[in-house]
């Protein structure tokens, strides 16, 4: 009960304008895509989350990658990201065929 787990999201955030984004590695992306589009797709996820997933699969993918380093790799991961949830690939992502 004594024990502090010492714990980050993201590596950095980075100020635009009135909004801040959190920075982390590029891999992240596809996860976050992947992960979205399937949970948009379930019944049991409520409508108002649906919507919010909705916004999380467009506006934070284009921020991402217009305002945030390495803009080249973020979109790679993205677009593998769409990839995979069309072809229905689970698990985690198979960082040998980059």
């Known amino acids: 009960s004594n024990s502090v787990i ?3 999201v993201g590596e950095d955030k980075k100020k635009i304008l ?3 984004i959190r920075v982390w590695k590029p891999f992240r992306e596809y996860y976050q895509i992947r ?3 399937y949970l948009i797709n379930k019944k ?3 409508w108002n989350f649906r919507i919010r997933l909705l ?3 467009t506006i934070r993918p284009m921020m991402h990658c ?3 380093d390495r803009r080249i790799e973020r979109f790679k991961y993205i677009f593998r990201g769409i ?3 069309l072809n229905k ?3 985690e992502l198979n960082f040998k065929e980059k």
């Open 55 to 57: 916004i999380m699969l």
């Open 35 to 37: 992960d979205c589009l």
């Open 18 to 20: 009135f909004y801040k």
């Open 44 to 46: 049991y996820v409520p």
């Open 89 to 91: 690939v689970h698990g």
């Open 83 to 85: 990839c995979d949830y």
């Open 66 to 68: 217009l305002f945030l």
């Open 6 to 8: 010492q714990h980050n």
